[in-house]
């Protein structure tokens, strides 16, 4: 029965045998649950380790085809391209039947005409091989009633992360394997191991990045993208870090003075937080979070609580918690605060770390000019503390990552219908960045969502509907999504 269904499935998709295309795709049993009526197409694709050495090796990259619900499917499916990077479209472990559960729902609508295409991008999650840094994840995993000083977690780091290394150059990985340009390239080719000669791209923050470079040296075979949360190439996060927060809180404040409820909740917001941050930067306060399981010490400063925030403003739907957040804590009440505070270690149990520190230090760390990160701290005070320990430098003085080309960098023309989502609360890939990239794209739409933060799909049903139009008809209605413009209602007591 699964040899005939994988028969049916690929007959559906219409993949072809092997021929003389470098990917080749290889059916097999699919790693979550099928839905009853529903159906999917599993297995891998097989791609170069390097296209421009002929000898080199391989990766094996699980793919799953969401396949359509129409007794004719279009030809050219959706192609999802994940963001991170170094994240999986499936998740991990068992929060993969919950992830897949939401994939069935939000690609239903596509799924009425076409398939979707899900993949993990080489070096990530059930990808063969695998980039990730157990060895890292660990040193975040172990349980402290005391919070590590600077100096203790850059040692600890420093080890975990030379071990890693190790590893991954003892395996014969090679950084130059892990670029954006590689990463577009192979999409490609898991798009025609299907049979699929056009595509829709549909990309989610640093996706959106790798669906610019496919749009940059495979236009053609592109009929529609839509690209939520822009990254384009010729911006580098880096230099920009302290901006893009002192942004995301600007539209806070300025948001809740001209709310009357949120302005007498909350008044002179923005001179009480500028306070806290100050007084935690003079007098660090010690805290113990987590449940019994995962009790751990958590150091607030300054640096951490201006984290929090663009942590929960990151995530949309918390963007109306944020005042009373900062009110609390300034009431020395750090609960919430706490509840969003980033780790303060390197691993992360949902990303390759390999993979994605290959990709960093390749296209962002490295390049970025330390007078221009400098210049950008100095000038949006207190907001440049948040880069005063990022360990991304000394990450990228040990991980082997490759040269970026001067060419990646620049901005990318199209003329293909490019649908372009933005959250006007997003401290990661604000709007700017998407008006910027649509200025070289000519047959291009940007919506911007007032309320919502970093990946608008995932939090806007009508941002959703939209993609689902635009990939139907490349084209939207002058008055889509008309909420889109309401600013948020503020929580308040």
């Known amino acids: 029965m699964l040899a005939q269904a994988i028969l049916v499935g690929a007959a559906l998709v219409g993949v072809p045998a092997p021929a003389a295309a470098e990917a080749r795709f290889t059916p097999g049993p699919c790693w979550f649950s099928v839905p009853e009526g529903e159906a ?132 014969g990985l090679d950084g130059a394997s892990f670029s954006t340009p590689v990463a577009a390239d192979d999409a490609l080719e898991v798009a025609t191991a299907l049979g699929a000669q056009r595509v829709n791209l549909f990309a989610v923050s640093y996706g959106t990045r790798v669906a610019l470079e496919i749009l940059r040296r495979n236009g053609g075979r592109v009929r529609s993208a839509v690209l939520d949360s822009v990254y384009p190439p010729d911006v580098n996060a880096q230099e920009e870090a302290p901006w893009l927060a002192q942004r995301a809180f600007r539209r806070l404040f300025d948001d809740c003075a001209a709310n009357r409820a949120c302005r007498a909740a909350y008044p002179d ?129 040990l991980w082997p990552a490759g040269q970026q080309e001067p060419l990646e960098r620049l901005p990318v023309a199209s003329a293909v219908p490019v649908l372009l989502l933005s959250g006007a609360y997003d401290p990661v890939t604000p709007p700017e960045w998407g008006e910027r990239a649509a200025a070289t794209l000519p047959k291009s739409r940007h919506l911007v969502f007032r309320s919502a933060g970093h990946l608008v799909t995932s939090g806007e049903d009508c941002a959703m509907a939209a993609a689902v139009t635009f990939v139907e008809t490349e084209a939207l209605p002058v008055n889509a999504c008309p909420g889109a413009a309401k600013p948020p209602q503020f929580d308040v007591p």
């Open 269 to 397: 917001l923005e001179k009480r937080f500028l306070d806290l941050v100050q007084r935690l930067d003079r007098n660090p306060v010690d805290l113990i979070v987590g449940d019994s399981d995962g009790r751990h010490a958590l150091r607030l400063t300054g640096a951490s609580v201006v984290s929090a925030g663009l942590e929960a403003m990151s995530t949309g739907e918390a963007v109306p918690t944020v005042p009373a957040m900062i009110d609390r804590a300034v009431r020395g009440r750090y609960d919430l605060v706490a509840e969003w505070a980033p780790a303060s270690w390197l691993g992360d149990l949902e990303i390759a770390d390999g993979l994605a520190f290959s990709v960093e230090c390749r296209e962002t760390v490295n390049p970025a000019d330390p007078l221009k990160r400098a210049e950008s701290a100095r000038r949006f005070p207190p907001y440049g503390t948040i880069a005063a320990d990022d360990p991304s430098q000394r990450v990228c003085r």
């Open 40 to 171: 999917a197409l599993c297995g891998t694709v097989t791609v170069p380790e390097r296209r421009d050495r002929p000898a080199s090796g391989s990766f094996r990259l699980p793919v799953a085809v969401l396949l359509s619900t129409a007794r004719q499917p279009a030809a050219d499916p959706v192609l999802f391209l994940e963001g991170g990077p170094g994240a999986s479209p499936f998740g991990s472990g068992e929060a993969t039947e919950e992830r897949m559960e939401v994939w069935w729902e939000l690609s239903a609508p596509f799924r009425r005409s076409r398939n979707v295409i899900l993949f993990d991008p080489r070096g990530v999650g059930r990808a063969e091989p695998d980039t990730d840094c157990p060895e890292l994840d660990a040193v975040g995993a172990q349980p402290r009633l005391r919070p590590l000083s600077r100096d203790q977690r850059a040692t600890a780091e420093r080890t975990a992360l030379g071990a890693c290394v190790n590893r991954f150059k003892a395996v």
